[in-house]
Nanobody, 115 residues
């Protein structure tokens, strides 16, 4: 089974931007739908954005127009560009790869939005 490694988290002020990256290894990346989930303290993990093998994307309503998910199949990498960040966007962001019944998770990267 493959592995996912996230990077790009950090602390920013409201209105700031961050770009998360997730590099996959040990799997046929272009066969997987890729997603970014987040989990905040006391809340369930939620799907923030997803991109399918063919490039179709979907987003959580609260991030539409602010976040953009993309993938580079040549580099086995999925990105999440996050603009105009809000305190409610804070949490641990996890990369996810799914194919059939196979699900792979990254270790997570912390995003903190605070003034």
């Amino acid at each position: 089974q493959g592995t996912l490694v996230e990077s790009g988290g950090g602390s920013v002020q409201p209105g700031g931007s961050l770009r998360l990256a997730c590099v996959a290894s040990g799997l046929l990346f272009n066969r997987y739908r890729m997603g970014w989930y987040r989990q905040s303290p006391g809340k369930e993990r939620e799907l923030v954005a997803q991109i399918h093998e063919g490039g179709h994307t979907s987003y959580l309503d609260s991030v539409k127009g602010r976040f953009t998910i993309s993938r580079d199949n040549a580099e086995n990498t999925v990105y999440l560009q996050m603009n105009n960040l809000e305190p409610e966007d804070s949490g641990v962001y996890y990369c996810h790869a799914g194919w059939g019944f196979t699900a792979i998770w990254g270790q997570g990267t912390q995003v903190t939005v605070s003034s």
